[in-house]
């Protein structure tokens, strides 16, 4: 197989209306980015390369065209099972992630064995000036770290980010809300002395406040933290 052939793969299960949806979800991107792809398919289009010799060159040919090779490319990664070669895999990618979506499907499953070397590789994705970079690593963060690994000085190093980017913003809003879910003893702490910027530490309330798995006593609390900000001319 070519990666002219897995192109033409990928264009087997076009889907022009949900591509009209999609580009819709995704404003950064053009129109003529998307072919128009349902997440259900992919386990379809892996199961049809599985073990192609294709795959190292489709990994290794970046940029890509298509918003789907990019989910593809994601989706390659998160079956990585060797973690140095899953870890240098995802780090040649970075750069070229470009939107919420690709970003937030990483999380490769054998970085649940390897948590403890994997962290430093979290903080210093977290401290990166890239808009995606940033992202992808306080969602690994998030996926990996808010459960038995937990460490409250893992929450130091996003409650500390100030940034104009909304896609770097509302992730860190999404991690403490998360974070108020599974460890809100820790977390609790960063809302009530206002970490966070404004806009950060408000969206983290709301977002922890549409939560089932927050409580009604302690949503009312949340709601008395809310920081009061200016209001746009």
Same mark, same amino acid.
């Given at each position: 197989m070519t990666l002219n052939d897995l192109e033409q793969i990928l264009f087997q299960y076009q889907d022009t209306k949900y591509a009209d949806f999609t580009a819709k979800l995704i404003p950064n991107l053009t129109r003529d980015k998307f072919i128009g792809i349902r997440s259900p398919e992919y386990k379809k289009i892996l199961k049809q390369i599985k073990d /192609?010799? =294709?795959i190292p060159?489709?990994?290794? #040919?970046?940029?890509?065209? +298509?918003h789907e090779e990019n989910c593809l490319h994601a989706?390659?990664? $998160?079956?990585?099972k060797d973690y140095d070669e899953c870890v240098d895999a995802l780090e040649q990618f970075m750069p070229y992630i470009d939107n919420w979506a690709v970003n937030d499907s990483i999380n490769p499953a054998c970085f649940k064995k390897h948590r403890e070397?994997?962290?430093?590789? =979290?903080?210093s +994705?977290?401290?990166?000036?890239?808009?995606? #970079?940033?992202?992808?690593? %306080?969602?690994?963060? %998030?996926a $990996?770290?808010? /459960?038995e690994d937990f460490k409250p000085g893992y929450l130091d190093l996003p409650a500390d980010l100030r940034s104009d980017e909304y896609y770097v913003n509302i992730m860190t809003a999404w991690l403490f809300s998360e974070a108020l879910v599974k460890q809100w003893d820790a977390a609790i702490v960063y809302i009530e002395t206002h970490r966070l910027d404004a806009w950060t530490n408000n969206k983290a309330i709301q977002k922890?406040?549409?939560?089932?798995? =927050?409580?009604?006593?302690?949503?009312?609390y949340l709601k008395t933290l809310k920081v009061k900000t200016p209001k746009k001319v």
């Open positions: /192609d010799p =294709v060159g489709f990994l290794s #040919t970046l940029p890509h065209k +298509w989706a390659l990664i $998160n079956k990585i070397e994997l962290i430093g590789r =979290v903080q +994705w977290i401290s990166s000036e890239a808009t995606f #970079t940033r992202r992808c690593g %306080m969602k690994i963060l %998030m $990996n770290y808010l /459960d922890a406040c549409e939560s089932y798995r =927050v409580t009604d006593e302690r949503k009312a």
